[in-house]
């Protein structure tokens, strides 16, 4: 029975990969799927956004896994993955590992058609990512992307926010491609990483406008981790400045300096978070 199951889901994946059009029913449109390591994956959300420098980021959710592409445009063509390459592919399990074709050994490839009906993405893909310092990889194969609508930005924590955080590690911006923020058990956890790097921000559900000290443990805490090293901070602000309980928002201001042997110094960090 399970190796009957397996095939039919195998099956199902091809069918979409050699003709999108002909093979996915009216349930499954738009879509994004692919066969992950050998499993099948499919988004419950999905979106298009347009940003300001031409390019397009595609997002595909389901409740414990994210996947996102940022392509240089949404034009017809081929892009490929991989590191250097200014295109990247992104894979998230349940906010917490981060797969990215930028990572290691990262390759793949992205390919658009034109968006038919307008204002839809449709395209193929494949890809091969990595956690940093190579410690796993995952694949998808046979991916799909079909008649995916244009859109507001979506993420974990809502379908119709998305979080924002931005901030300058060393004097060099940290921009980063994935942002993550959970409710861990009363504490909000914000990790935010363009796979390489992160900076992970902790502090209290409860939390109110004001302004709070970040230490190496407790109720606030903050990290910057380089190649999969975390590196806590031993000194450092986090200013509050709006607070949404209802919506699950929290927007603030935050610097830390971590300590040795890096000595990080994280200054002119701002963030808006959806949890």
Do not use: W
């Given at each position: 029975m399970?190796?009957?199951k ?28 692919a066969?992950r390591?050998?499993?099948f ?12 420098d031409?390019?397009?980021t595609?997002?595909?959710?389901n409740?414990i ?10 034009n ?6 991989g ?26 490839q ?7 009906p307008a204002?839809?993405l449709t395209?193929?893909?494949?890809f091969?990512?990595?956690?940093p ?18 859109g507001s930005?979506i993420?974990?924590?809502s ?29 909000i ?17 409860t ?5 709070y ?8 805490t903050?990290n ?11 000194s450092?602000t986090?200013?509050?400045t709006?607070?949404?309980?209802v ?6 201001t ?6 040795p ?6 200054t002119?960090g701002a963030?808006t978070?959806?949890?």
């Amino acid at each position: 029975m399970r190796l009957i199951k397996q095939l039919f889901i195998y099956s199902l994946a091809l069918f979409a990969f050699t003709a999108c059009e002909d093979n996915l029913e009216d349930d499954n449109i738009p879509a994004i799927q692919a066969v992950r390591n050998g499993d099948f994956f499919k988004s419950t959300q999905m979106t298009a956004v347009a940003n300001a420098d031409g390019s397009v980021t595609i997002t595909g959710l389901n409740r414990i896994e994210q996947l996102q592409f940022n392509l240089e445009s949404a034009n017809a063509g081929t892009y490929p993955l991989g590191s250097g390459s200014p295109n990247e592919a992104v894979y998230t399990f349940n906010n917490t590992d981060v797969y990215s074709t930028n990572e290691g050994a990262g390759t793949g490839q992205v390919v658009l058609s034109a968006g038919t009906p307008a204002g839809t993405l449709t395209g193929t893909f494949s890809f091969v990512s990595y956690l940093p310092m190579n410690a796993d990889s995952l694949y998808m194969r046979q991916g799909v992307i079909f008649q995916v609508p244009f859109g507001s930005p979506i993420g974990p924590g809502s379908s119709a926010t998305a979080s924002s955080l931005a901030a300058d590690v060393d004097g060099v911006a940290f921009t980063p491609t994935v942002i993550s923020p959970i409710n861990a058990g009363g504490s909000i956890v914000v990790n935010a990483s363009n796979g390489a790097n992160s900076i992970v921000l902790t502090f209290p559900e409860t939390i109110t406008v004001g302004s709070y000290t970040f230490a190496s443990s407790g109720m606030y805490t903050a990290n910057y981790i380089s190649g999969g090293t975390p590196t806590p901070a031993i000194s450092g602000t986090l200013d509050i400045t709006a607070v949404d309980a209802v919506a699950g928002s929290v927007t603030g201001t935050f610097s830390f300096m971590t300590g040795p042997p890096n000595d990080f110094n994280i200054t002119n960090g701002a963030f808006t978070v959806f949890y």
